[in-house]
């Protein structure tokens, strides 16, 4: 389980770190300058996102070893996981969004980050299984 929490913490690296895909359109649409994202990035935000991050994974995992009989069916169970449970969270946020600040692309950039996230865990998973 560790190490597929922290792959799923990299990935939220890869996407969301200034330097990273999209942490830039990120911080932008969230209203924030890249100079000041210290407050977003810092040590406290990050240890939160980390104890989530590892939560949400054991979550995964339970059903995985519930329900996953082969690697593809990892995949298929984790991606039913984002259409049923993530996604439709997301996208009630956008729809609720009543001051209008999370955008569409927002929604895309965090439902893509999710889903990647919920695959490298799988995939670390079927590899260790």
């Known amino acids: 389980m560790a190490l597929a929490s922290l ?3 990299a990935i939220g690296g890869i996407w969301y ?3 990273g895909l999209f942490g830039k359109k990120w911080l932008e649409l969230q209203g924030v300058d890249a100079s000041a994202s210290s407050a977003i990035m810092g040590k406290k935000p990050m240890a939160y996102g980390f104890a989530t991050t590892i939560v949400s994974t054991y979550v995964l995992l339970l059903f995985l070893s519930n329900y996953a009989r082969s690697a593809p069916h990892v995949l ?5 996981i984002w259409v049923g449970f993530v996604l439709p969270m997301l996208l009630q946020r956008k729809v609720y969004d009543v001051n209008g600040s999370y955008s569409w692309q927002l929604l895309w950039i965090d439902s893509s980050y999710e889903l990647a996230g919920l695959f490298a865990a799988a995939i670390v998973v079927a ?3």
């Open 127 to 129: 590899l260790l299984a």
């Open 76 to 80: 298929l169970i984790t991606f039913l």
């Open 7 to 9: 792959a799923r913490f």
């Open 17 to 19: 770190m200034p330097k």
